[in-house]
Each structure stands twice: as structure tokens, then as C-alpha cells.
């Protein structure tokens, strides 16, 4: 059964940094595209930074930009999201998730396989 789990979430103060991972299970993780989306309650799931077969090519979303780096690690199955200078408006739910694709894609209806996600909270 493929899985998707994530780690690294948590709480911190504005300006601070979270690394996430996502580890993959029974996938074939070199032959998929990653990304991580995040959600918060009455809000719809936002596309935040997507990464393509062997990391060639790199998406953000505009309200991460400069400040978040997304990276993988396929010897060890893992993905990473690499979050600094956080904001209270980054607080959400992360999720990671993998596209069996050559490409890459912002549209979570792409994506096959999910994470339950992880919480981030940042406040004062």
C-alpha cells in the first residue's frame, strides 16, 4: 500500500524556519512528481511548491516565494519543503503528495497519492 507521510510540523514564532519531510512507501518515488499543498478550515487547498522528476525543475506558489525551497532526496524516498521567514498567514495544514508524471504540475486533481498532513502554526 503506497504511503505518503509527512513530519517536521509544528508551532513557531513569526520569522522563524520548519523543514518538512514527506517519506514515501511502495512507490517508486523516482518516477513521481512531488509537491506539497496546504489547507485551512473554509479556505480552498493552496498549490505552495511542486518539484519534478529528479528535482530538475521547481514550482512555487506566489505567496512563497523566496522564502520556501522544495527539494528530494530519492535514494532515501523522501521530499522536503524547506520554510523560512514564516508568516502567521503560512499556518495551515501541509500535505505532501506525488504525480506520476514527467512533468509538473500546481493542480492538486493531478496528483495520485496524499499525505494526512501535518500542522504548522505560526504565532506570536
Known amino acids: 500500500q503506497v504511503r505518503l507521510i509527512e513530519s517536521g510540523g509544528g508551532s513557531v514564532q513569526p520569522g522563524g524556519s520548519l523543514r518538512l519531510s514527506c517519506a514515501a512507501s511502495d512507490l517508486t ?3 513521481y512528481a512531488g ?4 489547507q485551512t478550515p473554509g479556505k480552498e487547498r493552496e ?3 511542486a518539484v519534478s522528476r529528479r528535482g ?7 505567496s512563497v516565494k523566496g522564502r520556501f525551497t522544495i527539494s528530494r532526496d530519492d535514494a532515501k524516498k523522501t521530499m522536503y ?12 495544514v501541509y500535505h505532501c503528495a506525488a504525480a506520476h508524471t514527467t512533468g509538473i504540475s500546481q493542480n ?6 496524499w499525505g494526512q498532513g501535518t500542522q504548522v502554526t505560526v504565532s506570536s
Open 47 to 49: 498549490f505552495v511548491a
Open 35 to 38: 509537491a506539497w499543498f496546504r
Open 56 to 62: 530538475v525543475i521547481k514550482d512555487y506558489g506566489n
Open 81 to 92: 519543503i524547506q520554510m523560512d521567514n514564516l508568516k502567521p498567514e503560512d499556518t495551515a
Open 29 to 31: 518515488f523516482s518516477w
Open 108 to 113: 492538486a486533481d493531478d496528483f495520485q497519492y
